[in-house]
């Protein structure tokens, strides 16, 4: 089972947009038996699912959130990342990369992003 | 987007009780369901996919089953580690979704 850390800034300001990197060890981004995924939880509620790639570079996003998001594929570098664009006060969540098929069998431990000026 | 509905949204229970949850979805995701485990400041982890399959390493006592667009976690015998919130989610179409959780806490 492959082990994923998220990293990149704690604080992001309004309108700004914010960037995620996920990093693979012990397995490799172009598994092709894996999607991997971003998911986010704001404080005290539930779990969203943002979107996936595939180590083809094929993206699926979640229609709430197309318009704002980006996700990419470093296969020379063992990573995924996310951008999410024009951000306000409701992005402020925990953000978890995830691997898997048709479910998340690897988390990252996740990441607080708050966006606050 | 389908809908995944869960029930309860709490309970309370004691060491030892079967504990049912159960997770309804808006129309047919076949058996493509997975069940959750979080636990308060952690990431979720894989208890149950395909609506019946047990994840590799975890316990026996947690089991799933379907009935056509229900689903139900049963967990045989609660301990004291299972206490914590439980997510379904489907993954039968864009977007996959989750249920809003179950949070399991001691009587």
């Known amino acids: 089972q492959v082990q994923l850390q998220e990293s990149g800034p704690g604080l992001v300001k309004p309108s700004q947009t914010l960037s995620l990197t996920c990093t693979v060890s012990?397995?490799?981004?172009?598994?092709?038996?894996?999607?991997w995924s971003w998911v986010r939880q704001p404080a005290g509620k539930g779990l969203e699912w943002i979107g996936r790639i595939y180590t083809t570079g094929s993206t699926n996003y979640n229609p709430s959130l197309k318009s704002r998001v980006t996700i990419s594929v470093d296969t020379s570098k063992n990573q995924f990342s996310l951008k999410l664009s024009s951000v306000t006060a409701a992005d402020t969540a925990v953000y978890y990369c995830?691997?898997?098929?048709?479910?998340?069998?690897?988390w990252g431990q996740g990441t607080l992003v708050t966006v606050s000026s | 987007d389908i809908q995944m509905t869960q029930s309860p949204s709490s309970l309370s229970a004691s060491v030892g009780d079967r504990v049912t949850i159960t997770c309804r979805a808006s129309q047919s995701i076949t058996s493509y369901l997975n069940w959750y485990q979080q636990k308060a400041g952690k990431a979720p982890k894989l208890l149950i996919y395909?609506?019946?399959k047990l994840q590799s390493g975890v316990p026996s006592r947690f089991s799933g089953s379907e009935s056509g667009t229900d689903f139900t976690l049963t967990i045989s015998s609660l301990q004291p580690e299972d206490f914590a919130t439980y997510y379904c989610?489907?993954?039968?179409?864009?977007?996959?979704?989750f249920g809003q959780g179950t949070k399991v806490e001691i009587k």
């Open positions: 995830a691997g898997g098929w048709t479910y998340f069998n690897s």
């Open positions: 989610q489907h993954s039968y179409n864009i977007p996959w979704t």
């Open positions: 012990g397995g490799s981004v172009s598994n092709n038996s894996y999607f």
């Open positions: 395909d609506a019946s």
